[in-house]
Structures are given as C-alpha cells and as structure tokens.
C-alpha cells in the first residue's frame, strides 16, 4: 500500500524559504501527479501545484511566483520550495497524489492518498 | 473554479441523516467521457483529509456504505444515512476538472 512521508523545517521567518519534502513508500513514483496542498484558518485548503515524474509541472496561478516543485526519482520523492515567506504562509502543508498517468494519456483523478501533513509558522 | 459548501456546520441526532451540498460555478460534467470530477474527503482533527467518494458518486474502497455522492453538472450532495459517531468530522468537496484544483470552505458535522 502507497504511503506518503512528508518531512521540513516547520518554523522560518519571514522572506525566508519554505522547502518541505514528500517520500512515497510502497509504491512508484512513476505514472502519477503529485500535488502540494495546504491549510490555514483563514483560507481552508489550497492547492500549490503539481508535478510528475517527468518534472512536468503545473502551479496555482496565486502562487506560481514564488513556487517549485521538483522530483527526484532516483529517491521517489519530491519537494516544494515557496520563497519570501510571509505570516499568510502559516498553514499545514500536505502532500498528496492525484493524477494517473498510462503510457500514453493522463487522467484527472481526486487525491486519494495524502502525506500526514507538516505544520509551518511563519514568525519573526 | 469556485466550490460553496452549505451548511458551514451541521448538528444531526445519531442514525439520523445528514446531508452536505456543494455547488460548483461552472459544470464539474466533462463531455469527453461524461463523468463528473467531483470528490469528497473528509477529515478528523490532527488528520490529513480521506478521500470518501469520487466521480461525484463512486464511493471508495472500505468506506461504509451508508455514505453516498449524488449530483450531477454544478449542484452535488454528499449523504450520511444514518450518522455514527465516527462520523464526526469536516467534509470537503473538491473538483478536479481543471486546473487550479479549488476546494469548498467545509461543512463542519457534529452530534445533536
């Protein structure tokens, strides 16, 4: 069974950068997406963006400034970096896979297994 | 694309029914196989969300049955039949029609 494990620095201070990385475990790397989501009080769940294995990427426009997304297959694993933090990116961010890919074609599909999520304050 | 929830919270006696609606504001029915890319998750404090239900009503792999997903283009309902108290939780709707993926605001469910 697939699992995902997220790990990362979970307090910076502001203009600082954001790296969280996420492991999948059980499972390959290969022929899905794997998305960025995270979740604050103020605006529930956002998705940050997505990748696959062949480092194509796709970032929510609110975001896309300030946002990578990269893989590293040899490790199964990949990470996001938001740069020039500030208090409004404290959340729990969450790691999560989405879309299937066959040879060919790939398929929308919800987010049907998640990291167990990564808390990160932003504070002087 | 922008997903409403409604009620924001919701208080249901046990075994009664409890119901979650959520409105998309374009259609979540793709015309290319005509499936509706709707999701519902659902998440209990300190846990990361669990995917219940996809395709608006495919319910997923060991989720009890007294949960289902109906609905069709913008206007989607998720039901609990007969509510547990395992059952209480936050639940999402999602879309993944397009990109960005948008999620509602939640609709908080307790016990009456």
């Known amino acids: 069974q697939v699992q995902l494990r997220q790990w990362g620095a979970g307090l910076l201070k502001p203009s600082e950068t954001l790296s969280l990385t996420c492991g999948v475990y059980?499972?390959?790397?290969?022929?899905?997406?794997w998305s960025w989501i995270r979740q604050s009080p103020g605006k529930g769940l956002e998705w940050i963006g997505e990748i696959n294995h062949s480092e194509s990427t796709t970032y929510n426009p609110s975001l896309k400034s300030r946002v990578s997304i990269s893989v590293d297959t040899s490790k199964n694993q990949f990470s996001l970096k938001l740069n020039s933090l500030t208090a409004a990116d404290t959340a729990v961010y969450f790691c999560?896979?989405?879309?299937?890919?066959?040879?060919?074609?790939?398929?929308?599909?919800?987010?049907?297994?998640w990291g167990q999520g990564t808390m990160v304050a932003v504070s002087s | 694309i922008v997903m409403t929830q409604s009620p924001d919270s919701l208080a249901v006696s046990l075994g009664e029914r409890a119901t979650i609606n959520c409105k998309s504001s374009?259609?979540?029915?793709?015309?290319?196989?005509?499936?509706?890319?709707l999701a519902w998750h659902q998440q209990k404090p300190g846990q990361p969300p669990k995917l219940l239900v996809s395709?608006?009503?495919t319910r997923e792999s060991g989720v009890p049955d007294r949960f289902s997903g109906s609905g069709s283009g913008t206007d989607f309902t998720l039901t609990i039949s007969s509510l547990q108290a395992e059952d209480v939780a936050v639940y999402y709707c999602q879309h993944y029609y397009t990109t960005p993926i948008t999620f509602g605001q939640g609709t908080r469910l307790e016990i009456k």
């Open positions: 999560a896979r989405g879309n299937y890919c066959t040879f060919t074609t790939c398929y929308r599909a919800p987010f049907d297994i």
């Open positions: 059980g499972g390959s790397i290969s022929g899905y997406y």
């Open positions: 395709w608006a009503s």
């Open positions: 374009q259609s979540l029915l793709h015309s290319y196989d005509n499936k509706n890319y």
